[in-house]
């Protein structure tokens, strides 16, 4: 009975000393929760639109730790710092799985679901996520053009100029490969780094001996097999987008005035690291 007392009055305690936050610091508090599931304001009656505001309000957060990884990454890179810089891109890599599975979660919708609420989000679009642009430009797919829909917005637009004009990922890849000892083309290396990276076969000439001594080049072949992984997790994320949409509104426009499953299906032939595809052909 004395045990049994013991552990009840121990219970009670622990139980106040759980509930009583006054003055303290709570999960919620922590998170802030009052605003981050204060964000969802469905602006029809439609049901199924709850859960289009979620999935893309939880893929801009993805988006946002993508970025928060890449960024660390590549400055790791350009420190030669690569062990660390691994663990960061193995990351991304399994934040573009956690992105994909929400399009299983998003295709529950149907057609008729999502008619029911189009009309409310008059020109919004995917097309017009600036973190996606960002994460694009961080990668190397450098677009100027793909600035005009965030001219609206000075700070965005200042935020994309800056992500433009930074060397992407790859760009400090080629250049390690060149403190390494590699022979990279002196185009490459002083190449305007604002513009579309294009395939040079002085890069792909390093890349090659890499892969053919990789006990040699160890750390080099490792940081080539983690950009590989990303940019094969980043294409199952655009085919399962373009599926996804098809699936939900055919081959109607979208609503930010693009071609819809057209312009998405020309994104899929982007390649951001060209020569690490290329390498396989070559061995």
């Known amino acids: 009975m004395t045990n049994e007392a013991g552990d009840q009055h121990s219970a009670h305690a622990a139980s106040d000393a759980h509930t009583d936050f006054a003055g303290a610091m709570s999960y919620g508090d922590y998170l802030q929760l009052d605003t981050l599931l204060g964000a969802q304001q469905p602006r029809s009656d439609s049901h199924d639109e709850m859960l289009f505001i979620i999935i893309h309000q939880a893929t801009e957060l993805w988006m946002k730790l993508t970025l928060h990884e890449l ?67 961080a990668l190397g797919n450098k677009q100027e053009a793909m600035l005009a829909p965030h001219k609206h917005r000075g700070d965005v637009n200042a935020k994309l100029e800056r992500a433009l004009a930074t060397p992407s990922i790859y760009d400090e890849a080629i250049r390690l490969l060149a403190r390494h000892g590699f022979a990279i083309a002196s185009a490459v290396l002083e190449r305007d780094v604002r513009e579309p990276y294009h395939a040079d076969p002085s890069v792909l000439a390093a890349w090659a001996q890499v892969y053919r001594d990789p006990k040699r080049y160890w750390d080099l072949y490792q940081l080539a097999e983690e950009l590989i992984d990303l940019e094969d997790w980043f294409q199952q994320w655009r085919f399962r987008h373009v599926t996804t949409v098809q699936r939900i509104i055919g081959r109607k426009r979208g609503t930010g005035g693009t071609a819809g499953v057209g312009y998405l299906r020309q994104v899929l032939d982007v390649t951001f690291f060209p020569e690490l595809w290329d390498v396989r052909t070559e061995l």
């Open 71 to 137: 960024d660390a990454a590549r400055r790791l890179i350009m420190k030669d710092d690569l062990a660390p810089a691994f663990k960061h891109l193995a990351r991304v890599s399994r934040i573009q799985s956690q992105l994909i599975q929400s399009w299983d979660v998003l295709s529950t919708m149907t057609p008729s679901d999502y008619s029911r609420f189009r009309d409310a989000l008059g020109r919004s679009s995917g097309f017009q996520s600036a973190q996606y642009r960002l994460i694009e430009f």
